[in-house]
């Protein structure tokens, strides 16, 4: 039975034209028992399509008892009629408002944290929304909120026991040595040392630096980054009281046995990062937010629109969105965030 404890997350709908509708309809089906709740913010009509029960409510505090029953739908209609897979910019605005409904109900507390299914970004860009994603968009609406310690945003990826943190994000492979800073390295190392404390109840975390290049840079040979970035970055962390390593090689950071001897890992680009996420667990990845006052996670993929509104889209990643989002939420209800 769901017990009692952080208020419903609030989830946004996604692209209604991708395969967000049906995730969350698959994923309430999964979660209904046990929780954690949630709230959807979205289109009450479109979601009942997808043949699960769906319930309109007026406010989050309803979605509780709701959720035991039918998915609890702050309902906000879209301008235009939706057809699976051939998204539509009329509604881009609504996708925008979802977003931003969604993370003002979790500043004001009526929410315990935003989960956020997938957007298109052509769409949105075509009806003049000016920011890269979600990450970007949730930054700007919190930007003047007041937060304690480190303000990101961090993107970090989670699969199993790998929780991942990018410094650069979608920066083009030959622009990553130019952006791989020292200033870079040492603000995303204390966002993710914060939030490890704050968001996952970790006393004193343990940080692993990836390389930038083949074998650490061997001494030099390989590349200078190692030695005139990347040590001095770590070794200034560690002078204030983070446990951070030198960087390693990273193809012998996400075996096994070397997962176990750190809580998260500073990855220096996208693939870094995302390979050895995708292989762990190439259905359940998340993707979460770090740094910011309000708690966001994603699933770790796209809005599907080549398989939209055929019934097969599988929500393992959005399930362990809400999942961790979740976990999250409680721990900044007992640290008393």
Not at 202 to 212: D, E, N, S, V, Y
Not at 299 to 305: N, R, V
Request: glycine share 10%; aromatic share 6%.
């Amino acid at each position: 039975m769901m017990s009692a404890g952080p208020a419903p997350l609030a989830l946004s709908m996604g692209d209604p034209a991708g395969v967000g509708p049906e995730i969350i309809a698959k994923a309430w089906a999964a979660l209904q028992v046990e929780g954690p709740s949630f709230v959807v913010i979205g289109d009450a009509a479109l979601l009942r399509l997808k043949g699960q029960p769906v319930e309109p409510v007026l406010s989050v505090a309803d979605a509780m008892d709701v959720f035991r029953r039918a998915i609890p739908v702050l309902d906000h209609p879209l301008p235009a009629p939706v057809i699976p897979g051939r998204p539509e910019p009329v509604n881009a605005g609504a996708v925008a408002d979802w977003i931003e409904q969604a993370v003002n109900l979790a500043l004001s507390g009526e929410a315990s944290g935003v989960v956020t299914a997938p957007i298109a970004k052509a769409p949105l860009y075509a009806a003049g929304f000016r920011f890269p994603g979600h990450t970007e968009f949730i930054a700007e609406l919190t930007a003047d909120v007041p937060f304690t310690g480190t303000r990101g945003p961090v993107m970090m990826l989670t699969a199993k026991d790998l929780r991942a943190c990018l410094v650069t994000i979608h920066a083009p492979l030959a622009e990553v040595p130019e952006l791989v800073t020292a200033e870079r390295v040492c603000r995303t190392a204390r966002v993710v040392h914060e939030s490890m404390k704050r968001d996952f109840g970790i006393a004193a975390p343990r940080l692993a630096l990836a390389a930038l290049n083949p074998h650490a840079g061997e001494s030099g040979s390989i590349g200078l980054e190692e030695i005139e970035i990347l040590i001095p970055a770590a070794a200034a962390l560690r002078a204030e009281g983070i446990n951070i390593s030198d960087p390693r090689p990273a193809d012998t950071l996400f075996h096994d046995d070397a997962r176990a001897t750190y809580d998260a890992v500073l990855c220096l680009y996208h693939d870094q990062a995302l390979i050895p996420v995708k292989t762990l667990d190439f259905w359940g990845g998340v993707n979460a937010t770090l740094g910011l006052p309000v708690i966001r996670t994603s699933p770790d993929h796209g809005t599907g629109f080549d398989i939209a509104g055929k019934g097969v889209a599988r929500a393992d990643s959005l399930i362990a969105a809400v999942r961790l989002a979740g976990e999250m939420a409680g721990k900044r209800v007992v640290g008393g965030w």
